[in-house]
């Protein structure tokens, strides 16, 4: 059999053609699926009938949330507690349109569940169909806890995501006295988590309300009284067991017992915070000078304390790095392994040798002063210049670097002369026939 190729092919127009069934539902709102959905939305469906015969109203059932809220030939077809001034029920030849007005409002982020039963006239077709929607949030959030997490930080925790709009704020108040007053001065968001950073260090062991002014959750819900607040006790640092510095014990046994009013106890309290708070600063002093565990600013004040003379810009674990060795790169300078260590340490570069300077030779009847040969040092310069060779070709700044490291830890009284790097590969040049000549535009090689 032959084969044919056409040259072209032209389609005119395309007859789509769906298997549909008879009775269907359409025209829902709110729709599948759809999310927020206002708490006094009503709930429209239409019941079509695609045959001849018509939607059959008497077998028609609408249930909302497992309860019946429309039944079709009732003397009531739609239930009182759907029946709001919006609720209607619309039939045509081929169409059955059920508007329910809930009465009371949708629970707010509640997934409503509405189930449909019909069938045609004659019950040729039927229909059971189910679909949910999710109705919108006006939950107000909630605050779930406090805790202070230092003496100048405190978490707060709420059921939900939540939002500080500019106005909003958190107020703090202690609830016993002696006790410093406090701000909130910084505010930080994560998701449902606050960390509030407060002006001024807490009194320990004192218990303290925060409540939360104007925040909102991501919907605009703003957090609502008496779930806008909660209770935590001041942060009280860490200290050691055996330690006993009590000052009110401290004093006497007959001014303690002349205490009649309690205002001495007040007063010594008061000067007792004060006395915890400065201990408690002698106490953080090992997380200063720890190399590991001090602020960035401290290992800044460590390097200038060792007098770093490394001008270089590093990194915080580069600072910390360099802090911790720069007393060995000390011991060490004036050697060819220090130079080598400290190269290692900025560059990570290992150098190939530390050589002695060697001046250009000169060859009798071929050298020229000035153009192939140089006139060379003395003995005593000569005897201590070196050179310092690399395994590949740095670039400018490492060039620059490396000669200070290599001019800060060398010697006293000797010169470093030349950086040795490798030359780069040579390139020859190939042969163009009918341009090329031999021994000007190429080489033989």
């Known amino acids: 059999m032959s084969t044919v190729e056409l040259p072209a092919l032209y389609v005119d127009s395309v007859a789509l053609l769906a298997s549909t069934p008879r009775l269907v539902l359409v025209n829902r709102d709110p729709s599948p699926g759809e999310t927020g959905v ?31 809220a429309f039944e079709g030939g009732a003397l009531t077809e739609i239930v009182p507690a759907y029946a709001g001034p919006l609720a209607a029920v619309v039939q045509t030849a081929d169409t059955l349109r059920v508007v329910l007005h809930p009465v009371v409002s949708l629970a707010s982020l509640a997934t409503v569940h509405v189930r449909v039963l019909a069938q045609t006239v004659g019950g040729a077709a039927s229909l059971d169909e189910v679909y949910s929607f999710v109705v919108e949030d006006r939950t107000a959030p909630r605050v779930v806890g406090a805790q202070a997490l230092t003496q100048k930080t405190v978490r707060v925790a709420f059921d939900e995501p939540v939002l500080v709009p500019a106005d909003a704020a958190f107020a703090l108040t202690p609830k016993s006295a002696p006790a410093v007053p406090v701000a909130v001065a910084a505010v930080n968001v994560e998701e449902s988590i606050v960390l509030l950073t407060l002006d001024t260090e807490m009194t320990p062991d004192v218990l303290h309300e925060v409540v939360a002014i104007g925040v909102t959750d991501l919907f605009g819900n703003a957090v609502l009284g008496p779930y806008d607040r909660a209770t935590f006790t001041g942060f009280r640092p860490a200290r050691p067991l055996t330690r006993r510095f009590d000052l009110w014990h401290m004093l006497p046994k007959h001014n303690r017992r002349d205490d009649h009013t309690g205002d001495l106890f007040r007063f010594i309290a008061c000067l007792q915070e004060v006395t915890d708070l400065l201990l408690a600063d002698v106490d953080r002093w090992p997380d200063i000078f720890d190399l590991e565990r001090a602020p960035d600013v401290f290992v800044d004040l460590i390097l200038r304390d060792l007098g770093n003379p490394f001008p270089f810009e590093l990194d915080t674990m580069g600072k910390r790095r360099l802090a911790s060795v720069l007393v060995e790169m000390y011991r060490q300078k004036g050697t060819a392994k220090g130079i080598q260590n400290a190269i290692r340490f900025f560059l990570g570069i290992d150098i190939s040798a530390i050589t002695p300077f060697n001046a250009d030779t000169l060859f009798l009847g071929e050298s020229e002063l000035g153009v192939d040969w140089v006139l060379g040092p003395s003995d005593r310069f000569a005897r201590y210049a070196f050179n310092v060779e690399v395994a590949r070709i740095l670039i400018d700044r490492e060039r620059r670097q490396l000669r200070a490291i290599v001019e800060y830890l060398k010697p006293a009284h000797t010169h470093f002369v030349d950086l040795v790097e490798p030359l780069p590969p040579v390139l020859p040049n190939h042969w163009e026939l009918g341009l090329s000549d031999l021994g000007e535009t190429t080489d033989l090689h």
């Open 38 to 68: 206002p708490v006094d939305a009503t709930v429209t469906l239409e019941l079509v009938d695609t045959g001849p015969d018509g939607v059959h109203r008497a077998s028609a059932r609408v249930w909302v949330d497992g309860v019946l």
